[in-house]
Each structure stands twice: as C-alpha cells, then as structure tokens.
C-alpha cells in the first residue's frame, strides 16, 4: 500500500524542493509540513492540488505507483 504522504515525501526529495518551501508556499509553518510528511495531518483535495502545483506534477502522480514521465527525466539527467 502507498501513502499520499510518503509519496509527496519522495518526489519532494527527488525533486530538491525543501519542506520549508512548500509550507511557505502553502501559507503554513514549517511544523504544518513536518506534520504532513509524517502523514500526521490529512490534506485536502486543495492542498493536495498546491502541492502538486509546487512540485510541478499531475496530482494522480501522488496515488500512483510510478513516477511521471517528467520525474523520471529529471532524475536520470541527476544521475
């Protein structure tokens, strides 16, 4: 079974994008997101959505099993 949150988590970290960008970005405090990404805190359709927009990915990518195209090609040219 995969989590939302672990999923933001791992595309969060892929991507470089630190917690504290997405909280300020989300108008919350870095706490909020420490919460979040421990899945202590539920998100919304809407903070779902911001998130997504943040990380620049398709929401339907946090409930998948594989990453999105765009990821995967990011992170080869990393490699």
Not at 3 to 16: A, C, P, Q, T, W
Not at 20 to 26: G, L, M
Not at 58 to 76: E, H, M, P
Request: net charge positive.
């Amino acid at each position: 079974m995969s989590f939302v949150y672990l999923k933001i988590e791992e595309i969060r970290k892929r991507k470089g994008v630190t917690k504290s960008h997405i909280a300020r970005s989300c108008g919350h405090t870095p706490q909020w997101y420490s919460k979040v990404s421990k899945g202590e805190i539920v998100l919304d359709v809407n903070k779902l959505e911001l998130i997504a927009s943040i990380l620049e990915e398709d929401v339907k990518n946090f409930f998948d099993n594989k990453l999105s195209d765009t990821l995967n090609l990011s992170i080869k040219k990393l490699a």
